[in-house]
């Protein structure tokens, strides 16, 4: 084994160094402490890797995605959701066989417990779906206490499925309560994706039409969102899974992490950022200007990325689908000409070339969802649909190898002891 020589002071510490499937290297410091006294500080873990996996690769400086050794242009070309899904939790694409099995164990799965309506009925319309469905996955445990035995593969599937097929349900619920609209269940027998998309869209005074397009098109979301290795949620999952927590309450800390507008949840801010552009006379030089100043907190939603620093593949795949999707629903939206010109004024500006800041996964993904008539609040929520098998993968890599609890350090840079006064002295 290859090893590194870390030296301090009058020390040589000798630590080993592990090489990954593309000669990524790491250097193990899990002795360092042991060996030295000291610790690695690494804030926001720009530089610390926390597990070694064999879900997805990413290669940063070349824009290189894949799920199991699979590209991502080529699975969100070829593949459905549910195969990619079963991929990147077994490792391996389902034969026909295996996949109508995995349909039809959904399908079995598909009921909520009654009272789980009524606690959607007691959110007010108005709260973030978001909210709502991370505290409606968190409720699920009360419905099903048993926690899985991560020995027991038959029970760790049959938690997998249920994610797999409630989490949709709520999906569409927490979409339908908003709008007013009868709660209601399908059938995934008719295809995973298009069950969701007619869970979300069917009205009670129509004949559903199932629109292709508009499947196809939450398809490919649904594909190029579905892992991206140990981004902000999926470590999140990780970690609280790594307690032992259970998997529906790990599950429910990933969405709330996704929430945020530094992660999944830039594609809402992404879209409201471009309406604001539109209303201000679509003056893009002025939000170029502002996201560069150090005094103004604005920054360009969409843009910029811990890992990529040449181009995200994903964006690349999901400016042309926004294109498509437009031109075959018949849109003329003037908001994509508007991110199309940002990117290009960004690409040109050297704040943005110095720091290699480029459109992510989430600027052209709401023009997308726009068109299909999803609102802006539930872009996240059809985000945090797309990733539920990418963290079920890690949940289940993370107990299977039985990890340690994830419990960080710190540097300690607080009072020195001291000594305490009664109120009345203070
Ligand atoms: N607009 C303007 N400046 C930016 C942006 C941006 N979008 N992103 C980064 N910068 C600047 C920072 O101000 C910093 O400048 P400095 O070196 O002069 O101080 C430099 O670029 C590095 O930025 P960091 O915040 O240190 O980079 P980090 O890797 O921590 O953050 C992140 C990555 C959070 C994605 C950041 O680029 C960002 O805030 N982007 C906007 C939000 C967004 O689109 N998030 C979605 C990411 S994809 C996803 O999670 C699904």
């Not at 938690?159 to 979409?175: C, T």
């Not at 629109?211 to 290795?229: C, M, Q, T, Y």
């Not at 995200?312 to 508007?338: C, F, M, N, S, T």
Request: with cysteine; net charge neutral.
């Amino acid at each position: 084994m290859k090893k590194a020589k870390l030296t301090f002071e009058d020390k040589v510490i000798d630590l080993d160094v592990i090489t990954g499937s593309e000669n990524e290297i790491g250097i193990d410091i899990s002795k360092l402490k042991i060996k030295s006294g000291m610790i690695t500080l690494d804030p926001g873990f720009k530089n610390t890797g926390s597990c070694e996996s064999k879900v997805t690769f990413l290669d940063g400086e070349n824009g290189i995605l894949r799920y199991r050794g699979y590209s991502i242009e080529d699975l969100a070309n070829n593949a459905d959701f549910l195969e990619v899904s079963y991929l990147l939790i077994y490792g391996e694409l389902p034969t026909k066989k295996k996949y109508r099995q995995l349909l039809s164990d959904i399908q079995e799965r598909s009921v909520l417990d009654e009272d789980v309506k009524k606690i959607l009925e007691t959110f007010p319309r108005s709260a973030h779906p978001m909210g709502m469905l991370s505290c409606l996955t968190s409720s699920l445990v009360a419905f099903d206490p048993s926690s899985v035995d991560v020995n027991d593969e038959e029970e760790m599937y049959d938690a997998f499925l249920n994610l797999l097929a409630k989490i949709p349900i709520l999906v569409a619920w927490v979409f339908r309560r908003r709008r007013g609209l009868p709660l209601e269940y399908g059938d995934f027998g008719q295809g995973y994706v298009e069950n969701v998309t007619k869970m979300m869209f069917k009205m009670p005074n129509k004949k559903y039409v199932e629109n292709k397009v508009v499947v196809n098109a939450i398809n490919k979301l649904l594909i190029l969102h579905a892992d991206h290795e140990q981004n902000c949620s999926t470590s999140t999952v990780r970690i609280v899974g790594s307690s032992q927590a259970g998997l529906f309450a790990s599950i429910s800390s990933g969405i709330s992490a996704l929430w945020g507008r530094l992660h999944g949840g830039a594609n809402q801010a992404v879209l409201e950022m471009l309406e604001a552009i539109q209303n201000n006379g679509s003056n893009i030089s002025e939000y170029i200007k502002k996201a560069k100043d150090k005094n103004d907190s604005f920054r360009l939603m969409g843009f910029g990325h811990r890992v990529y620093k040449n181009f995200d593949p994903r964006a690349k795949i999901i400016k042309k689908a926004a294109h498509d999707v437009l031109y075959d629903l018949g849109i003329d939206d003037p908001i994509l000409e508007i991110a199309k010109n940002l990117e290009i004024e960004a690409s040109k500006d050297q704040y943005f070339i110095d720091r290699k800041l480029y459109p992510n996964v989430d600027f052209y993904s709401g023009i997308i969802y726009k068109a299909l008539k999803i609102p802006n609040e539930m872009f996240t929520v059809m985000f945090a649909l797309g990733r539920l098998p990418g963290w079920i993968a890690h949940w289940r890599e993370m107990r299977t190898k039985k990890e340690p609890i994830g419990r960080p350090r710190q540097i300690y840079t607080g009072e020195k002891l001291r000594e305490f006064i009664s109120i009345d002295k203070r």
